[in-house]
C-alpha cells in the first residue's frame, strides 16, 4: 500500500536534530559524529521506530542509528525518538543500495534486519534486503565478526535469507522457525512483530556473522 504524502514531511525531517541531512559527509566518521567510541549498530527499515527507540534506551552504550526511505515512515519514527531523551540515536533518509556512500569498511558492528519486504514475486529477488549484492555491501561495511540480525513474518524470505547467507559464506547461528515457542530469552519487538503474534503468525529469526 502506498502511503499519501503528507505535506510538510520533508520540511519537518530535515528540520529535526536526529535526521542527519547529508549521511555522506560522516562516511568513516560517525563515532566522530556521536561524539565518542561506542559500537554502531544500524536498523535496515526502521519502519516507526519502535524498535530502535527502545533498543537506545536499553543500551546507552551503543550507538543506534535507523535507515528509513519513506518519508513519511521515517516521521514517525523521529516523532517517536523525540519524546524520549537520547544522545546516541539518529535517522537518515535513505535507499539502503546507497550504504556504501555513507559507511567505511568496518564501521558497524551490527545491522538489524527487521520485517523487511518480502518482495515474494522472482523478477522482484534483485529488492530484497538479503539479495546477493546487498549481502557483499553488508560484509564490508561490517566489522569482522560483526553480525546481522533477521526477523521476518514470512516464510518463503526466510528460507531465501537462508539460502544467500549460507551461499556467501556466513556463519549462521541462533536460527529460530517460531520466537513465540523457541525465541531468544531477550527480544524487543517491532510494531508488525506484535501485530502478527496476536494474529497467531509465526516469526522467524537468524542471526549471521561476518566470518
Not at 16 to 40: D, H, I, M, R
Not at 161 to 188: H, Y
Amino acid at each position: 500500500m502506498r502511503l499519501r504524502r503528507k505535506p510538510g514531511t520533508i520540511e519537518y525531517l530535515m528540520a529535526s536534530p536526529l535526521v542527519v541531512n547529508e549521511p555522506e559527509e560522516w562516511q568513516g566518521k560517525w563515532q566522530e559524529y556521536f561524539a565518542n567510541n561506542n559500537p554502531l549498530h544500524v536498523e535496515l527499515g526502521a519502519g516507526k521506530g519502535k524498535f530502535i527507540t527502545t533498543m537506545t534506551k536499553l543500551f546507552k552504550d551503543i550507538n543506534y542509528l535507523g535507515v528509513e526511505k519513506v518519508p513519511e515512515v521515517l516521521l514517525k519514527a523521529v516523532k517517536k525518538a523525540e519524546r524520549i531523551e537520547v544522545n546516541s540515536l539518529a535517522f537518515l533518509m535513505l535507499d539502503i543500495f546507497n550504504l556504501p556512500q555513507v559507511f567505511s569498511p568496518g564501521e558497524v558492528e551490527r545491522f538489524y534486519l527487521n520485517f523487511s519486504d518480502p518482495w515474494p514475486k522472482n523478477r522482484h529477488a534483485k529488492r530484497r534486503l538479503t539479495n546477493p549484492k546487498l549481502l557483499d555491501y553488508y560484509r564490508t561495511i561490517l566489522k569482522p565478526g560483526g553480525e546481522i540480525h533477521l526477523k521476518t513474518d514470512n516464510e518463503q524470505f526466510f528460507e531465501y535469507s537462508l539460502n544467500q547467507f549460507a551461499l556467501k559464506g556466513w556463519q549462521l547461528q541462533n536460527i529460530c522457525l517460531d520466537i513465540a515457542k523457541r525465541g531468544p530469552e531477550f527480544n524487543v519487538t517491532t510494531e508488525y512483530e506484535e501485530k502478527f503474534r496476536a494474529q497467531g503468525m509465526k516469526i522467524f529469526r537468524l542471526e549471521a556473522l561476518n566470518s
